[in-house]
């Protein structure tokens, strides 16, 4: 295997994850919590994911009201890997500041970016796969990975495969035709089917200054007040407010699959966004099929009675459950959700009611 | 209409509700609870219910854990109104105690007990009913009240019915044929098609020497120590924990019935005993049948998307139901519950649960 003394991996932390509710919240968003009681956070899971490939070269952007809790799980972080920001800005100036960063650092920059909040089951396919992505990064193209669909899913975008590029050390590299957006039920269908398609999970590689060369081509101004945010960080306080709330995807992808810079690296490992109480209840069910009740917090305060779906009993009560099918119980210290996997979606619209009602505190 | 001053009004208030945990507890039982959201409790209620008709005469049995709580509900009522049991022995010696305690002020005394649990909903009704049995029961017999079925439940014991007596001022007094213990679906519905069933809600109207007789008859010494009991309180502690566990229905009811000596008067007065939460669920639809989410407590707490049931909020907790159909959801300060209407009956198997796992501080 190649070095990868040029990778460096950067984690957007941000994301109030409303559809969590009440676990997730905008002042304790969801990368802060272990969803999956696998006995360490999410954004600590993807740090120890990611820490094998770029060993201290790690960034994380989030807001500044997170800042401190995230140097609490990352406490071997350096005090300048924690970038952050005055206030959110979607997920392109956060990932353009980290690139405008590390090209200051060094110009051979490769970056890889991902998300705080997702779970990878097969770390050693990840590995292989962002490794492939970092070699088609330094020859200059902006890389995605594609996960390999094992359903129909709508809740995602998708990403159309061309053809194979036959760069050595990246054998299942891809020219990108298009990013789709998400998809109705049918179309999901036609889509896997077809074996074209393949799930965009949002993680990007690419050369830090190819990033940047690619947005000023849409957004030159942003490009420059990046650029120099990073060699000034005081600049932040006046500059930041004034950047354009814009996603990656949008400011830079999807123009540039368009212009056949994009390519995608074909991969398999396990991905899984948790965009909901039903994709989490997914991932816990996936090494015991069997249907019953699974708890993510407060195992012995849970009493179930011919119930299954998910619990968390986070508030120290006695939580009985009787009779219930694919059932979502969060009981937490000052809120309760009981909800069912096929509705998990509609969570958000108690975060909305809440915030209408002027109980935003809650939210 | 005649005077009532010989008639006594006694309320045994016990049971622990094991099927309305987690609302209701053994130390803190249904009848000390607004269940319906009345704006009282059940034993106050009860109270209010019957002091027309009784005026100061009135008794309460009650375990003496809950003899304090009784008192401060009903504080208009003097001290030696409220009888305590040091320990629980079913409703035979619990309402044999109050008449051999109303027989010593009273020869002539006729006792109705009506349980302190119950929710009645026509109470003129329910009057008219009693004055009818309180003349049979000057008669010598032993009267219950049969209400019409409404439909074919299996959750109560029937009556059957045999001819009019012909009674002035007792117009609607039949004997009975038999008591019948709760039914399968298929014979409750048989029972109320044939028109001679009626729901036995285990309500007694009966002189109180005619009581102790008809007990004497199966239980010659749980009688006469009752009437010791009765002549010298200090009694209570060595005889009471000698007493038989037994029902009034099977110590007097169902052998007095065998030997003709128990009347029925026929009612329709909208009564429920709560026997569950579906119950609850069924007297909270009956004014306003539309399918909703009915909040029994903390209604400014409840978020309710796309929801039909039954939700109490009595933890100041923020409660949010989504995409749920007859759920019932009980939030307590250190307990909840989860289950549906259906499964209502089951509620019990989570307290016998918490027993087992030593956590009957919680039921």
Same mark, same amino acid.
């Given at each position: 295997? $190649? ?15 409303? =559809? &969590? ?37 790690? &960034? ?8 401190? @809790?995230?140097? !609490?799980?990352? #406490? ?8 952050? *920001?005055?206030? #959110? ?18 110009? %051979? ?5 991902? !998300? ?27 890389? $995605? ?14 990403? =159309? ?9 990246? %054998? ?25 398609? =393949?799930?965009? !999970? ?5 050369? @830090?200054?190819?990033?940047? *060369? ?43 699959? !368009? ?30 099929? @069997?249907?019953? &009740? ?13 119930? $299954? ?10 939580? @009985? ?14 809120? &309760? ?14 975060? %909305? ?11």
């Amino acid at each position: 295997m $190649t070095s990868m003394d040029d990778f460096w991996a950067v984690i957007p932390a941000g994301g109030a994850g409303t =559809r &969590l509710w009440p676990m997730s919240r905008r002042t304790s968003p969801k990368f802060l919590h272990d969803l999956t009681g696998s006995g360490q956070s999410l954004l600590r899971a993807t740090w120890e994911r990611l820490s094998p490939l770029a060993a201290e070269r790690v &960034l994380v952007v989030t807001g500044s009201a997170h800042a401190e @809790a995230v140097r !609490a799980q990352l #406490p071997m972080l350096p005090r300048d890997a924690v970038v952050t *920001e005055p206030s #959110p800005r979607d997920s392109m100036p956060a990932i353009g500041l980290a690139a405008a960063i590390l090209e200051r650092r060094d110009p %051979e920059a490769v970056l890889g970016s991902f !998300a705080a909040d997702h779970v990878i089951t097969e770390v050693a396919a990840f590995h292989a796969a962002v490794r492939q992505a970092v070699v088609l990064a330094r020859r200059g193209e902006l890389v $995605t990975i594609g996960v390999e669909p094992t359903h129909a899913a709508t809740g995602f975008g998708y990403i =159309r495969e061309g053809d194979p590029l036959g760069v050595v050390g990246a %054998e299942s590299g891809r020219r990108v035709r298009e990013f789709v957006e998400k998809p109705d039920a049918a179309t999901a269908r036609r889509y896997v089917d077809s074996g074209e398609f =393949r799930w965009n !999970a949002g993680m990007f590689v690419v050369g @830090a200054t190819t990033l940047l *060369e690619l947005l000023a081509q849409t957004h030159p101004d942003l490009t420059d007040n990046l650029r120099i945010i990073a060699s000034d960080p005081r600049r932040m306080t006046d500059l930041w407010p004034t950047l354009p709330k814009v996603a990656i995807d949008h400011a830079v992808a999807e123009p540039a699959a !368009a212009a056949g810079r994009v390519a995608v690296v074909r991969a398999s490992f396990g991905w899984n966004d948790i965009g909901d109480f039903a994709s989490l209840a997914g991932i816990l069910a996936e090494s015991d099929r @069997a249907p019953r &009740l699974r708890v993510i917090a407060g195992e012995d305060d849970v009493v179930s009675i011919d119930s $299954t779906g998910l619990v968390a009993a986070d508030s120290g009560r006695v939580v @009985a459950v009787v009779g219930l099918e694919d059932i979502v119980v969060i009981d937490t210290a000052d809120a &309760l959700l009981v909800t069912t996997q096929e509705r998990a979606q509609d969570v958000k619209r108690v975060v %909305e009611e809440l915030q209408q009602r002027g109980r935003a505190d809650l939210t």
